[in-house]
């Protein structure tokens, strides 16, 4: 974890040398690239020197878009009109049958020309070219549009055919009902209107539209019944994953005790005993906090003493803590309590040493896994680090 740490402080030390020392060279240019036609200008601004006079003066300046030739102005803006024709009728099929909206682009030719439009009959058309009214009939209209492409200017003028967009039998049944109503609205001293019953014969019925919710409520029930599930999913594996960690941590100290107490003259049964209540004794004076492995321990007992043998209490324990070091660990007091196996004490003494080396081992890896984590948080403030450094310099090589 060190190596990687010193790695990404040499990399980050070495790319500020580099950064530097292209900052610190002096950067100088005879020309300029100026913009395509329809680009625009762009700004520019640079430090200048003039011997015997000034010394990193600070200039700002404008630097124009490529200029065109009179020719060259003349053949866009001819361009234009046949670009402008092609666009101009948006969803139209024709110019002769008119019934949407126009596409009045403001820039042609990619931006090198302007483009400015009037209209002859604003009642029909708006000046973005949008429909400012249904026409009842065929009206021809005429569109002006005045191209400009760097001074040069040149009138084109064209006319479009707005016609009445044709109506649905819905549509045409819809206006007559609407004209049923407006002569109800236009009844003097009338606290209501009265909806039509008929229309052409047939007859109509009348009813608010209203959203059926029930769906939506249904779909955020199931969601929240999934997600109750899967939270409560994750939090018996969060809970399980965090009594195991403990047990494991907590069994070498176990270990640890029954091989003093056994070296001490004491039998099973009495270790088992004296590990059990000393750990009731210190919780009920608050002096430890809840240890799943010693709360098995203390299970079984009751078992033993609410008359479970003791040989089938030592196996449920094993059992009920579902690891498998307690589970060797049950096997061994279960041989020894059938046995009366020698060498016992020389066995736990093994045992504890594994356990310790285990918890040592599970220690280190939390101590590694705890670094990794601190890595994402160093990257992005490396990353950070070096945006700051590299922008300037990208911006300041774009200039030549």
């Not at 240890?291 to 007992?301: D, F, N, P, Q």
């Not at 589970?327 to 504890?352: C, D, F, P, T, W």
Request: aromatic share 8%; proline share 2%; charged share 30%.
């Amino acid at each position: 974890m060190r190596k990687k740490v010193w790695l990404i402080l040499i990399a980050g030390v070495l790319l500020a040398v580099g950064i530097g020392w292209i900052d610190g060279k002096e950067q100088q240019t005879t020309r300029i690239s100026r913009n395509a036609p329809g680009e625009g200008a762009q700004e520019k601004e640079y430090l200048i020197d003039v011997t015997g006079e000034m010394d990193n003066y600070p200039l700002k300046f404008e630097v124009a878009e490529k200029r065109l030739t009179r020719v060259q102005r003349k053949e866009h803006l001819e361009k234009a009109k046949k670009e402008l024709d092609s666009l101009i009728l948006g969803d139209n099929a024709s110019k002769d049958e008119v019934t949407k909206a126009l596409h009045l682009p403001d820039y042609l030719q990619q931006g090198a020309v302007e483009a400015v439009y009037s209209f002859s009959d604003y009642d029909i058309f708006q000046p973005d070219g949008t429909l400012a009214a249904k026409p009842k009939q065929p009206t021809l209209v005429e569109i002006t549009a005045e191209l400009v492409c760097q001074g040069e200017r040149c009138l084109y003028q064209f006319s479009v055919c707005a016609v009445p967009k044709e109506k649905s039998n819905h549509e045409l049944l819809a206006e007559k009902i609407e004209s049923l109503i407006s002569v109800q609205n236009e009844q003097e001293d009338s606290d209501y209107i009265a909806l039509p019953q008929d229309v052409e014969g047939k007859k109509i019925y009348w009813h608010e539209e209203t959203v059926n919710r029930s769906f939506v409520v249904l779909v955020l029930a199931a969601a929240a019944s999934f997600a109750v599930v899967f939270r409560e999913k994750e939090e018996k594996k969060r809970r399980k994953e965090e009594r195991e960690k403990q047990m494991l941590m907590d069994y070498s100290e176990i270990v640890g005790k029954f091989s003093l107490l056994l070296g001490a003259g004491m039998n099973i049964s009495l270790v088992w005993e004296k590990i059990a209540l000393t750990y009731q004794a210190k919780r009920e004076r608050g002096e430890l906090q809840k240890r799943y492995a010693y709360e098995e321990m203390l299970y079984t007992l009751y078992e033993i003493r609410d008359g479970v043998g003791e040989l089938q209490a030592y196996e449920n324990f094993g059992n009920r803590c579902s690891l498998s070091v307690y589970r060797r660990l049950s096997a061994l007091i279960v041989q020894n309590v059938r046995k009366g196996a020698q060498g016992m004490q020389k066995l736990l003494e093994q045992e504890e040493w594994e356990a310790y080396e285990q918890r040592k081992a599970r220690a280190k890896q939390a101590g590694e896994e705890a670094g990794t984590k601190l890595l994402l948080p160093m990257g992005i403030m490396l990353v950070i680090v070096l945006a700051i450094l590299v922008v300037p310099v990208g911006m300041s090589l774009g200039i030549s």
